[in-house]
């Protein structure tokens, strides 16, 4: 059973910054690829970061050079630090985990409420 427990959501004011946490209950090289998705109200869930377990990186185009991706194996820990914050950000953030074998199986997180408003 694979579980990820998101940390650091919360309100900020229009350009601030926040770091979002995705700790797992395994080591993350044990997925192919770990990401952050959000989902505001009325939205789909889309995918805002990416990375692999190699550490290659890929993010929304919404996000690019606002967001980071990074991850720490010695922890189980993945990050994503939000930068130049907007209020279309407001979003609920989930974290995510892919293993993709014969077929891929993803696990998630319970979510993490990020909002952006003065």
């Known amino acids: 059973q694979v579980q990820l427990v998101e940390f650091g959501g919360g309100l900020v004011q229009p350009g601030g910054s926040l770091r979002l946490s995705c700790a797992a209950s395994r080591s993350i090289f044990s997925f192919h690829a770990m990401g952050w998705y959000r989902q505001a109200p009325g939205k789909q869930r889309e995918l805002v970061a990416g990375i692999s377990s190699g550490g290659s990186t890929s993010y929304a185009d919404s996000v690019k050079g606002r967001f980071i991706i990074s991850s720490d194996s010695a922890n189980n820990t993945v990050y994503l630090q939000m930068n130049s914050l907007k209020p279309e950000d407001t979003a609920l953030y989930y974290c995510?985990?892919?293993?993709?074998?014969?077929?891929?199986?993803?696990?998630w997180g319970q979510g993490t409420q990020v909002t952006v408003s003065s």
């Open positions: 995510n985990a892919a293993r993709v074998g014969i077929r891929r199986t993803d696990y």
